[in-house]
């Protein structure tokens, strides 16, 4: 099992440009959930989804939507790139909402200039 | 929303020392994770320990979830140990609001 696959690894984008980033998992998980890192911090939730078709927002939704066509699917779109959106973004998932481990990709590292 | 306090922010060691992280948290959990973020950014998942003991190899951890605190241990640490130590909760009743992290502590073993 690959596990949870983002891609790309590296981006850098300009001022208002738009990118979606890529996340897939192979294990059926049905939870799917984005956080961004900012430098010297812990990771906050930007968006979670329980299912195709069900996402909602997390602490940090703004300038970002996601959609859930598949299970194995969970992408992040950025419409318009702002300074403020340069960041870490690690994509995660989880079975379902029993007691278990939320399982990580290794990240899409963005800048904006 | 849960809070989660993770001290020491920093700590310097030299290589064989031994440490004790600290991660307190404000309410009940159901979920609560150590995660330790490498120098190339990933982030390793240590342990899955909302209650109870679990060791692997030198890292141990117990969480305590009545007093609302869990500890990782590291022995007789090694320069490959450096990084930062994230503790990360999931509030009991949360549904699927996903983690909250602390701060992190950063970890810097020498030689």
């Known amino acids: 099992n690959a596990g949870v696959t983002q891609t790309p690894k590296f981006r850098i984008l300009k001022i208002g440009q738009s990118m979606t980033l890529q996340c897939t998992q192979d294990?059926?998980?049905?939870?799917m959930y984005w956080y961004r890192q900012d430098p010297g911090m812990g990771l906050k939730l930007i968006y979670y989804?329980?299912?195709?078709?069900?996402?909602d927002k997390g602490e940090v939704p703004n300038g970002y939507n996601v959609s859930r066509s598949t299970t194995e699917d969970f992408p992040l779109r950025l419409e318009l790139a702002a300074p403020s959106q340069t960041s870490v973004y690690f994509c995660a998932s989880r079975i379902d909402s029993s007691n278990q481990p939320q399982h990580f990709g290794d990240g899409t590292r963005l800048s904006i200039l | 929303g849960i809070q989660v306090e993770q001290s020491p922010p920093d700590l310097i060691l030299q290589e064989g020392a031994n440490s004790t992280l600290r991660c307190n948290f404000s309410d009940s959990v159901n979920n609560l994770q150590w995660f330790h973020q490498n120098p190339w950014g990933q982030l390793i998942n240590l342990f899955y320990i909302p209650s109870g003991t679990k060791q692997n190899g030198r890292l141990s951890a117990t969480t305590v979830a009545t007093e609302r605190y869990s500890l990782l241990y590291i022995s007789s640490s090694q320069t490959t140990y450096s990084g930062v130590y994230f503790c990360a909760v999931e509030r009991r009743g949360g549904g699927a609001d996903g983690l909250t992290f602390g701060k992190g502590t950063h970890l810097i073993i020498q030689p």
């Open positions: 294990m059926n998980h049905n939870y």
């Open positions: 989804s329980v299912g195709a078709g069900i996402t």
